[in-house]
């Protein structure tokens, strides 16, 4: 059983707004019987641009009924401006959240406010006019609506895009697709500026306690498994001495043990401009 | 508020005779059936004589009953124990309307290199017993046909469906779960090598089921561990749900054809009476060889989930095969393996009865649907003759 809020239950067992505006100004539908849910948006604006009636009319969950209801008391008293900048994310907010596989409910809301409004700017919109090219043929997700959910919700994984789009729930064959779309989307959007953290130098005993400390708890171990062992010679600064002893002595790919075991290693660990070099004895 | 339980197919309440039998083995009569003490010992005893009263149910031997943890594992462990001992085989055939204890089983094991091949079935969910035949090979390791289906509670034949599969020299498992306690069964004259059955569905408690493996039919165990149940299930036995189980197995069995009369009865009272009243409906299932209890019906331009919770807040308890309701995005595997239209799929009640069903519950239900429907189909977008977005999706089967 779902987990609805009591907001979710209150406005789908007594939606407001329920029921169609029939001189409505605009006018957006999205979704289809076949798919399991759909949504027709119906607006009344005044002359100077405010939304004065919102009705709807909802075949879906209990969770689609919910956002609609909630979408159209959203909107009224609204300027179109204003509408213009509700998202899928105001709507779930508006009912104290929604289940995340439900979110696709609140995108619904979304798309069909969206489609309202550019009926009312006198573009041609049909429901089955889509705009971008379709990814999931199941439930006739376009990548433009995809990578609008990616961005505006920070999507991370198809999973995710499927809860907000539905994209990907059916046959799973466009998964591929998504995660290029997923790892396109994402690297377009503008990172956060990471801050460096301010560390305070290490001093010479603080690094050459925590190279020993590395050295015998995890570098000797995997050594061990080989039948193999490293003694630390010197540490001086930031040069760090080591040699071989067992199966590593006198091997000859010794060289890349040094390099990419034991100077890998004490860069991650310690400091990115430590060099290792091997003196044999 | 008064709940009216029509969900029987996901789980029964525990008869009342069913929980006082067991309740000793929770308190005073603790000990492990293994001990060597008389303390554990006369648990022994008890589990002996619910396997006996199993075995008298099923008209079986007691040796082939093993004691499971309900019908998945039941399923699981005949469908593995059939194909380790036929490691050369690698073709296994089920249906596309089994339940997931197989169908995912099957899928799991194409992906280890078998061969799975699973029959359709017709609009009304038959299936056809040429296209079993023709789908038989050399190399067939196992054929796994349900008794009766879950979502629609049509009965396959599988008495004859094991026959042919038998004289070709396969094994034949069947999953029961739905079938046991509804209708007389005997494993006597009934060809199979397996069958699973679970205790939840006839009034004994959830986590305990029995696999009937016949005598000479290959068997591992699946569990490993302990020599309980013969060595051929491990684990210190459910003792108390063990004797529930057998409790039940024999209540189930008694006035078993005055029981199905009386549920048929209450079944197609509900069902006429929901045609009759509420337009663009739709019975889903095989009308001539149905359970008694079981009735799937969709009612079209409504969506399941809603149809639930609406009935929800007035107690009534029942499940849909809608894709809202599935945890994922896909709607009834069974339903659309029948080609029931999607827009009929949403769409989708069942309602199931049990012993404790009355007529005034039906008639509750009656009384309620047909307003919370239109009250539904007010708010829809659609309606007859505005059905726009008619494409069907694709889904995985």
């Given at each position: 059983?779902?987990?609805?809020?009591?907001?979710?239950?209150?406005?789908?067992?007594?939606?407001?707004?329920a029921?169609?505006?029939?001189d409505?100004d605009?006018?957006?539908?999205?979704g289809?019987?076949?798919?399991?849910?759909?949504?027709k948006?119906?607006?009344?604006v005044?002359e100077?641009g405010?939304?004065q009636?919102?009705?709807?009319?909802t075949?879906?969950?209990?969770?689609?009924?919910?956002?609609?209801?909630?979408?159209?008391?959203m909107?009224?008293?609204?300027?179109?401006?204003?509408?213009?900048k509700?998202?899928?994310?105001?709507?779930a907010?508006?009912?104290g959240?929604?289940?995340k596989?439900?979110?696709?409910?609140s995108?619904?809301?979304?798309?069909a406010?969206?489609?309202?409004?550019?009926n009312?700017?006198g573009?041609?919109?049909a429901?089955e006019?889509?705009?971008?090219?379709?990814?999931?043929?199941?439930?006739?997700?376009?990548?433009?609506?995809?990578?609008?959910?990616i961005?505006?919700?920070?999507?991370?994984?198809?999973?995710?895009?499927?809860?907000y789009?539905k994209?990907?729930?059916?046959?799973?064959?466009?998964?591929?697709?998504l995660?290029?779309?997923l790892?396109?989307?994402?690297?377009?959007?503008p990172?956060?500026v990471?801050?460096?953290?301010?560390?305070?130098?290490?001093?010479?005993?603080?690094?050459?306690?925590?190279?020993?400390?590395?050295?015998?708890?995890?570098?000797?171990?995997?050594?061990?498994?080989?039948?193999?062992?490293?003694?630390?010679?010197?540490i001086?600064?930031?040069k760090?001495?080591?040699?071989?002893?067992?199966?590593?002595?006198?091997?000859?790919?010794?060289?890349?043990?040094?390099?990419?075991?034991?100077?890998?290693?004490l860069?991650?660990?310690?400091?990115?401009?430590?060099?290792?070099?091997?003196?044999?004895? | 508020?008064?709940?009216?339980?029509?969900?029987?197919?996901a789980?029964?309440?525990?008869?009342p005779?069913?929980?006082?039998?067991?309740?000793?083995?929770?308190?005073?009569?603790?000990?492990?059936?293994?001990?060597?003490h008389?303390?554990?010992?006369?648990?022994?005893?008890?589990?002996?004589?619910?396997?006996?009263?199993?075995?008298?149910?099923?008209d079986?031997?007691?040796e082939?009953?093993?004691?499971?943890?309900?019908?998945?594992?039941g399923?699981?462990?005949a469908?593995?124990?059939?194909i380790?001992a036929?490691p050369?085989?690698?073709?296994i055939?089920?249906?596309?309307?089994?339940?997931?204890a197989?169908?995912?089983?099957?899928?799991?094991?194409e992906?280890?290199?078998y061969?799975?091949?699973?029959?359709?079935?017709?609009?009304?969910g038959r299936?056809?017993?040429?296209?079993?035949?023709?789908?038989?090979?050399?190399?067939?390791?196992?054929?796994s046909?349900?008794?009766?289906?879950?979502?629609?509670?049509?009965?396959?034949?599988?008495?004859?469906?094991?026959?042919?599969?038998?004289?070709?020299?396969?094994?034949?498992?069947?999953?029961a779960?739905?079938?046991?306690?509804?209708?007389?069964?005997?494993?006597?004259?009934?060809?199979?090598?397996?069958?699973?059955?679970?205790g939840?569905?006839?009034?004994?408690?959830?986590?305990?089921?029995?696999?009937?493996?016949?005598?000479?039919?290959?068997?591992?165990?699946?569990?490993?561990?302990g020599?309980?149940?013969?060595?051929?299930?491990?684990?210190t036995?459910?003792s108390?749900?063990i004797?529930?189980?057998?409790?039940?197995?024999e209540?189930?069995?008694?006035?078993?054809?005055?029981e199905?009369?009386?549920?048929?009865?209450l079944?197609?009272?509900?069902e006429?009476?929901?045609?009759?009243?509420?337009?663009?409906?739709?019975?889903?299932?095989?009308?001539?060889?149905?359970?008694?209890?079981?009735?799937?019906?969709?009612?079209?331009?409504?969506?399941?989930?809603s149809?639930?919770?609406?009935?929800?807040?007035?107690?009534?308890?029942?499940?849909?095969?809608?894709?809202?309701?599935?945890g994922?995005?896909?709607?009834?595997?069974?339903?659309?393996?029948?080609?029931?239209?999607?827009?009929y799929?949403?769409?989708?009640?069942?309602?199931?009865?049990?012993?404790?069903?009355?007529?005034?519950?039906?008639?509750?239900?009656?009384?309620?649907?047909?307003?919370?429907?239109?009250?539904?189909?007010?708010?829809?977008?659609?309606?007859?003759?505005?059905?726009?977005?008619?494409?069907?999706p694709?889904?995985e089967?």
């Amino acid at each position: 059983m779902w987990e609805y809020t009591d907001k979710v239950k209150e406005y789908f067992l007594n939606p407001k707004n329920a029921g169609e505006i029939s001189d409505a100004d605009a006018v957006g539908e999205v979704g289809s019987l076949a798919c399991g849910d759909a949504l027709k948006l119906f607006l009344k604006v005044d002359e100077s641009g405010v939304i004065q009636d919102a009705k709807f009319q909802t075949f879906g969950c209990a969770s689609a009924i919910a956002s609609s209801s909630v979408l159209t008391e959203m909107l009224k008293g609204k300027t179109v401006e204003e509408a213009n900048k509700i998202t899928n994310k105001d709507i779930a907010r508006e009912l104290g959240g929604l289940p995340k596989e439900k979110m696709h409910c609140s995108v619904m809301g979304q798309q069909a406010l969206e489609a309202a409004l550019k009926n009312l700017r006198g573009e041609k919109v049909a429901a089955e006019d889509l705009e971008g090219e379709v990814v999931c043929e199941c439930f006739g997700v376009t990548d433009r609506q995809i990578k609008r959910a990616i961005k505006e919700n920070d999507l991370s994984s198809i999973e995710d895009v499927t809860h907000y789009t539905k994209a990907g729930g059916g046959c799973a064959d466009c998964h591929e697709q998504l995660q290029k779309l997923l790892e396109r989307t994402r690297a377009e959007q503008p990172k956060p500026v990471q801050l460096a953290p301010k560390v305070k130098p290490m001093t010479n005993i603080q690094r050459m306690q925590l190279v020993t400390k590395v050295v015998d708890e995890e570098i000797r171990p995997s050594l061990h498994k080989d039948g193999g062992d490293i003694e630390l010679v010197d540490i001086e600064g930031l040069k760090v001495l080591v040699s071989f002893r067992g199966a590593c002595a006198g091997c000859p790919s010794s060289h890349l043990t040094v390099k990419e075991v034991v100077e890998k290693k004490l860069r991650e660990r310690v400091d990115a401009r430590i060099q290792v070099e091997e003196v044999r004895q | 508020m008064k709940i009216t339980y029509m969900d029987n197919n996901a789980t029964t309440r525990v008869a009342p005779e069913v929980m006082e039998e067991m309740s000793p083995f929770m308190d005073t009569l603790y000990g492990n059936p293994s001990s060597m003490h008389s303390f554990g010992g006369q648990v022994q005893k008890s589990i002996s004589q619910a396997r006996e009263r199993v075995a008298s149910a099923l008209d079986c031997s007691p040796e082939e009953i093993i004691f499971t943890s309900g019908g998945t594992e039941g399923d699981n462990a005949a469908i593995f124990a059939a194909i380790n001992a036929q490691p050369d085989k690698r073709h296994i055939v089920t249906t596309r309307v089994e339940h997931p204890a197989v169908l995912n089983t099957a899928k799991y094991l194409e992906t280890r290199g078998y061969e799975v091949t699973y029959l359709p079935v017709d609009d009304t969910g038959r299936l056809d017993i040429d296209q079993l035949r023709d789908s038989l090979r050399q190399d067939t390791a196992l054929v796994s046909v349900m008794y009766a289906n879950n979502e629609t509670g049509n009965i396959y034949p599988v008495q004859e469906m094991a026959r042919i599969v038998k004289e070709r020299g396969i094994l034949f498992h069947t999953d029961a779960v739905q079938a046991i306690g509804k209708f007389n069964l005997s494993l006597n004259s009934l060809p199979v090598d397996y069958l699973a059955m679970s205790g939840h569905k006839i009034h004994a408690p959830k986590g305990v089921g029995a696999l009937f493996v016949r005598k000479k039919a290959p068997f591992r165990p699946f569990i490993m561990g302990g020599h309980q149940e013969n060595g051929r299930r491990a684990g210190t036995e459910n003792s108390a749900g063990i004797i529930g189980l057998g409790r039940a197995m024999e209540m189930a069995s008694q006035n078993i054809d005055q029981e199905n009369a009386r549920l048929a009865g209450l079944r197609d009272r509900l069902e006429q009476g929901l045609i009759n009243s509420v337009k663009n409906t739709r019975i889903n299932g095989n009308p001539d060889a149905r359970l008694s209890n079981t009735s799937n019906i969709s009612f079209k331009y409504v969506e399941g989930e809603s149809l639930l919770l609406m009935m929800d807040v007035l107690g009534i308890c029942a499940s849909s095969g809608s894709a809202c309701t599935s945890g994922s995005l896909e709607p009834s595997s069974v339903l659309r393996a029948m080609g029931v239209p999607f827009t009929y799929v949403h769409g989708s009640v069942r309602f199931s009865l049990s012993r404790y069903t009355t007529e005034e519950e039906v008639d509750l239900v009656l009384d309620n649907l047909p307003g919370i429907i239109s009250r539904l189909r007010d708010i829809s977008p659609f309606c007859e003759g505005r059905e726009p977005g008619t494409v069907s999706p694709k889904y995985e089967n």
